[in-house]
């Protein structure tokens, strides 16, 4: 029973931050009907800037602040330099774009700083604190709890309280309409891959301490968890891109917890897999009419 | 009253190669109503599309006041006094009935009077009162003209395009409309340029009444007159 509760925290833990990534995945797709698959590499990029910050200065959240900078910045490049060129009238052009993305950011990566793991710091304790003879949480496990939910909360606020939260939602429903309204967007777009991009960076580095450490390929497999989680909640949703991330996480880590971690990217695809066999639009799709 | 507010010369355009319209020339003066009539693929609501931005003329020019709207993009138009409601009038069914409207006014710097602008909206139209937390959606037809109208008006226009308002809706709904807009030119100066095929409510709104024949214009006259002249209306409206 402590082993299941252990495990059950454990994975919450993980599943926040896929839930942070599935969300980053989430507002892209829902601002331009794009998957960005290469998220996972820009995230990498963005904590590798950490990395180099943390190493000049020694301080952690300096780091850490650039790593969220370094990730806002990114996407917007992206999106102006790179996105915004593609062809969209074919859907697959943007994913291929985007794998190619992956591959030149992955390679850049690895000849600037090697292809060897980089020891990734934790600014709190990993070891869990125990409660009544039973180990819970640690206070890492804490500190990502809380930078979800504060980043959850914050993109809750910006989306349906401010100004500029509403041109977001107007331009990602009816581009035209809010072009006539006045509404750049462009720059609206711009704005989504940005904030998107620096969620991404901001769950590499709440996740890249918990594994092996920094290295150019640290990211795929949580990419491809948190995939799933947002596919598992479907791709509008961003209560879903929550919700799922959290189960993809307890999934993975009873899995790893009772099964062994070798199983885990196995368990990860076979989830993706009954997914889109079974409920391809996800469990939070809205319910559409059928086409006759 | 001013002189012309907004002015077309000799404008052309069309999707790809495609031309549709051809040679267009008009004058809408400050403060009146101008309804453009015609068959269906006369170009009405190309013209319209083309004077909003949203279509790039290939040829001629367009004037706001005697200014030149060449390479004004089409989000600054609204600055400018310009406000298009587009065919199917554009609700956006995602969102509420109030983020609908406050859109409508969210270009405008001064926040005050973007939120008097919405307490006016729901005083013209108050079922939108009533229904402000709703989705556009959610709307019926009536109310979803309502909104699109608010909507446009919230931003304070002093020229409103109008694509077939009366389209889809029941007959007192159009009058309701019609009667709205002489309301706002005689107590605001609104100036109005509306597409319409329902021929009879438009011309009796409107103060110059545009026929449109195969992209061009082929008759501009004062709405009484295409109203009254029997000889007139056989041999460009075909009624």
Known sequence: MDRFLFLTLDGLSRGAVYAAFALALVLIWRAGRIVNFAQGAMAVAAAYVAYSVTAATGSYWL????????????????????????????PLNPVIVALGLVLLIQAVL?????NEYLPARAPFSRTALTVGGTAVLSPYDLFVFATVGVVGAALVWIFTRTAIGLRMRAAAFAPEVSRLLGVNVGGMLTLGWALASGVGALAAMLVIPTGLGLHPYAMD???????????????????????????????????????????????VLALLLTVLLLRPGGLFAPVTARRV | MGGDLLTAEALAAGYGPVPVLRDVDLR?????????????????????????????????RILLDGRDLRGTPVEQLVRRGVAHVPEGRGVIGELTVEENLRLGALWRRDRTAAARALDEVYQLFEPLARRRRHLGHQLSGGERQMLA??????????????DEPSLGLAPRVVAQTMALLRQLRDDTGLTVLLVEQNVRSAL??????????LGRVALAA??????????LRHAYLGF
């Open chain 2, 204 to 213: 009796a709104v409107a103060d110059q009444g545009i026929v449109m024949s």
């Open chain 1, 221 to 267: 497999l949580v990419f491809v968890s948190a995939f799933t989680a947002a596919v598992l909640g479907g791709l509008d949703s961003p209560p879903g891109a929550v919700v799922g991330g959290l189960g993809v996480g307890l999934l993975l880590s009873y899995v790893s917890g009772y099964a062994g971690g070798d199983l885990i990217p196995l368990a």
């Open chain 1, 110 to 114: 690895g000849m600037v700083y090697g």
């Open chain 2, 28 to 60: 809408v003066p400050s403060g009146t109503i101008a309804a453009v009539i015609g068959a269906n693929g006369a170009g009405k609501t190309t013209l319209l599309r083309t004077l909003s931005g949203m279509l790039r003329p290939t040829a001629g």
């Open chain 2, 149 to 162: 109208l608010g909507r446009a008006l919230a931003g304070r226009p002093r020229l409103l395009l109008l």
């Open chain 1, 63 to 90: 780091g850490f602040g650039a790593a969220l900078l370094a990730g806002l910045l990114l996407g917007a490049v992206v999106d102006v330099a790179v996105m915004r060129l593609v062809d969209h009238r074919s």
């Open chain 2, 222 to 231: 004062p709405a009484a007159r295409l109203r009254d002249d029997a000889d």
